[in-house]
């Protein structure tokens, strides 16, 4: 079953601060995330494991309840560069990586 | 190494036609799989496998026959193409079962009429 992620859209100047959830109803051992820039193929993010961990490099951080199910990745003061379609997918330990529908970020001037 | 590769890039089949999608990697990964990205949908996992020989169904696997006879290579089999099955196919591996960076190939862009 497909992760939910919110918001769909996000429309950001530079600058800005956003964050993008991402929630599931099966207990989970890991939580990816990935970018997709228009008509390329995803690049890989952060992983987050088991544990409550939370991870970040540059202006990009992600955190993991796993007690809630749920997965936060946090863009802070926003570049151009960061505009694209955001990806979380979660692993609930049948060994499979299962993607969220997606949630597009647009960084304006 | 030259990652993950993909062919064809682009794809006209017509309604019934069968076609395999070919996917390799040579990073010697163990975990392979495919997924297909329509609007709005995200991605959605089609098979996967979690080493040679072995190999599982994901959430929409109807339509799709996958094998896997070696450690580089997952090629994904569409048996009768049908126009639902118009898409971008994306081949992804990873040395970890489920666990580790997913490296995407480019996508092949599959039509079907």
């Known amino acids: 079953q497909q992760p939910v992620q919110s918001p769909q859209a996000v429309i950001l100047r530079e600058g800005e601060d956003a964050v993008i959830n991402c929630s599931s109803s099966?207990?989970?051992?890991?939580v990816h995330w990935y970018r997709q820039k228009h008509g390329e193929a995803p690049v890989f993010l952060m992983i987050l494991l088991k544990g409550g961990e939370q991870k970040g490099h540059d202006k990009i951080s992600a955190s993991f309840n796993e007690k809630k199910q749920q997965s936060s990745l946090y863009l802070t003061a926003s570049q151009l560069s960061y505009s694209g379609t955001y990806f979380c997918?979660?692993?609930?330990?049948?060994?499979?990586?299962?993607f969220g529908q997606g949630t597009r970020l647009t960084i304006n001037p | 190494n030259a990652g993950v590769t993909q062919t064809p890039k682009f794809q006209v089949l017509k309604t019934g036609q069968s076609m395999t999608l070919q996917c390799a990697q040579d990073m010697n990964h163990e975990y392979m799989s495919w997924y297909r990205q329509d609007p709005g949908m995200g991605l959605r996992l089609i098979h996967y496998?979690?080493?040679?020989?072995?190999?599982d169904q994901g959430e929409v696997p109807n339509g799709y026959n996958v094998s896997r006879s070696t450690t580089e290579d997952f090629p994904l089999r569409l048996l009768s193409a049908a126009p639902s099955q118009t898409s971008v196919y994306f081949c992804a591996s990873s040395y970890s079962r489920g666990r580790g960076e997913q490296y995407f190939g480019p996508g092949t862009r599959l039509t079907v009429t």
């Open positions: 496998s979690v080493g040679a020989g072995i190999t």
């Open positions: 099966k207990a989970l051992y890991s």
């Open positions: 997918g979660t692993e609930a330990g049948a060994q499979k990586l299962v």
